[in-house]
């Protein structure tokens, strides 16, 4: 818990939107490979890894070819289209066999894949989904589009933070239950009502006073967003937040939002998406584990130093 609130309060400080809730995998993992060494892990077998490395490419293929064709039935760039086509297909497959039953994926790997697929979920949903809502208004006035789609985007903001309730909001819920049964404050694995009510206002809190910074990067640094743009937005990444919370898939918001701004500034060309700011984004995500885990083990080994001496 230590490892995590630092690295989100220190990301939170630079304008960073890091995940809190991979902040906190990484610091289970630490204190977990502290206390117990790199046997209290459970990793993917080499078969399931495979499989997994097999649909991707199949995904890529397809999603390539898909979008190559409604680029080209759109008039848009489908070079463009082919690349992230197949970078989409490959994220997208993945959870589309996982809710047919053809694909278990469980535990670690689980979320390791997440960091990826769900910004790519949320990208290719706010992609087509903005198309078809630009072809539907394209003869409207843009002063009759804003009149329409400001009330639906606030309906759509409403329904996306129920989302990150429903998902993100467990996480946090589910490790302070498991540290209080660790500690021996609990006997068996049943979240107490106060955990819950605990955990919703301090989410709350720090949604309505923290983190401007992270705000402005998400709503201006990335891509210029219109009002229809940010319904469609919000309204594809709460669709994913909800698909992924049916699977019992603990993913990360902030990747599905960005993921879906990403998107619909995607569908005016490149140029209109600031790659340099979402490569910076991207990293910062792929290291959140590795360097949570860094900080919680040394944190453990530090502790335990300090209570050997005492």
């Known amino acids: 818990m230590g490892a995590s609130i630092i690295l989100v309060f220190v990301a ?27 046997s209290a892990v459970i990793l993917p077998t080499q078969e399931i890894i495979l499989q997994v490395f097999g649909f991707a490419c199949l995904g890529a293929v397809l ?29 997208i497959i993945i959870p589309v066999l996982m809710v047919a039953g053809v694909l278990q994926l ?12 769900s910004p790519l979920l949320g990208m290719s949903a706010a992609f087509l989904f903005n ?8 003869h409207s ?5 804003k009149r329409i ?9 409403l329904g996306q933070a129920t989302a990150h309730g429903a998902n993100d909001g467990q996480h946090a819920v589910g490790v302070i239950t498991a540290l209080l049964v660790s500690s021996g404050f609990l006997l068996t694995f049943d979240v107490p009502t ?15 006073f923290g983190g401007w910074q992270v705000v402005d990067k998400m709503a201006k640094d990335i891509t210029k967003i219109r009002p229809h743009q940010g319904f469609c937005a919000a309204t594809a990444s709460s669709a994913i937040l909800v698909m992924v919370t049916q699977q ?11 993921g879906a701004i990403i998107g619909v500034g995607a569908t005016r060309g490149r140029t209109a998406v600031q790659w340099q700011v979402v490569r910076e984004m991207m990293t910062a995500w792929i290291i959140t584990i590795p360097l949570a885990l860094v900080v919680s083990y040394g944190g453990y080994l530090l502790i335990s130093f300090i209570l050997g001496k005492v």
């Open 194 to 208: 106060w955990v819950i009510l605990a955990s919703a206002v301090a989410i709350g809190l720090g949604t309505c």
């Open 149 to 157: 789609f400001q009330p639906l985007h606030v309906l759509a903001c």
């Open 141 to 145: 006035r843009q002063s009759r589009a």
């Open 12 to 38: 939170t400080r630079m304008g960073i939107p890091l995940s809190s809730s991979h902040a906190l995998v990484g610091g289970l993992l630490g204190a977990g490979i502290g206390a117990a060494g790199l």
């Open 106 to 117: 469980h535990g670690l790997l689980a979320i390791v894949l997440f960091i990826l697929i």
């Open 248 to 258: 019992g898939i603990p993913v990360s918001s902030t990747h599905a939002i960005n």
């Open 131 to 138: 198309i078809l809502i630009s072809q539907l208004i394209k």
């Open 63 to 91: 999603g390539a070819l898909v979008l190559a064709i409604i680029c080209a039935a759109f008039e848009g760039d489908i070079r463009f289209g082919i690349m992230l086509g197949s970078v989409c297909g490959a994220g």
